[in-house]
T-cell receptor, first 116, second 111 residues
Framework: ETGVTQTPRHLVMGMTNKKSLKCEQH?????MYWYKQSAKKPLELMFV???????ENNSVPSRFSPECPNSSHLFLHLHTLQPEDSALYLC???????????????FGEGSRLTVL | AQSVTQLDSHVSVSEGTPVLLRCNYS??????LFWYVQHPNKGLQLLLK??????LVKGINGFEAEFKKSETSFHLTKPSAHMSDAAEYFC?????????FGAGTRLTVKP
């Protein structure tokens, strides 16, 4: 059983829809991450939240909007997506050390997004 | 700057034979190194990690990896492949908050 839970596991949406992906971690970690995994491409880091503060945004289009209300929950709000946004979206958490070391990532099982 | 290269995009072995998945890294620092495994329709799971202690690292499911600084390599091995080892494997280099994933190696295990 994973300590990081993602819902929904599968999502199909049209380009004009608005939907959200949810992630919850039960590990007491202080940092959470969104990654995008597309076929034939390396894992892409999208957003990092450390102690609920966004510390990284890797030039992600504004049609992806993250929200981190507390250190256990992370959302990815989606609107006006494009077909090329279809991918597996992975959430992860870690315990960042005092020196800023990311540490080991614990991943959820992912949300498979299809944009029609 | 850091980078990681997985030298094979696909490796195929027969059940019961050894597994070797190759990883080379580049880092200006003394990084931590990880191997993760991803089974179909699942998230990534940590297999093992190197954090500047013993250079031979043992992980779960009989996997191990050896850190070779002179060769900047961190290859993953297993003496005898099992059908359940069929998955995608990712090598990762990390220093402070800079974590880089390799492109992945798909391992196929034939009966």
């Amino acid at each position: 059983e994973t300590g990081v839970t993602q819902t929904p596991r599968h999502l199909v949406m049209g380009m004009t829809n608005k939907k959200s992906l949810k992630c919850e971690q039960h590990l007491g970690h202080n940092a959470m991450y969104w990654y995008k995994q597309s076929a034939k491409k390396p894992l892409e880091l999208m957003f990092v939240y450390n102690f609920k503060e966004q510390t990284e945004n890797n030039s992600v289009p504004s049609r992806f909007s993250p929200e981190c209300p507390n250190s256990s929950h992370l959302f990815l709000h989606l609107h006006t997506l494009q077909p090329e946004d279809s991918a597996l979206y992975l959430c992860a958490s870690s315990q960042v050390g005092t020196g800023g070391d990311t540490g080991e990532l614990f991943f959820g099982e992912g949300s498979r997004l299809t944009v029609l | 700057a850091q980078s990681v290269t997985q030298l094979d995009s696909h490796v195929s072995v027969s059940e019961g034979t050894p597994v070797l998945l190759r990883c080379n890294y580049s880092s200006s620092y003394s990084p931590s190194l990880f191997w993760y495994v991803q089974h179909p329709n699942k998230g990534l799971q940590l297999l093992l990690k190197y954090t500047s202690a013993a250079t031979l690292v043992k992980g779960i499911n009989g996997f191990e990896a050896e850190f070779k600084k002179s060769e900047t390599s961190f290859h993953l091995t297993k003496p005898s492949a099992h059908m359940s080892d069929a998955a995608e494997y990712f090598c990762v280099v990390s220093f402070i908050n800079d974590m880089r994933f390799g492109a992945g190696t798909r391992l196929t295990v034939k009966p």
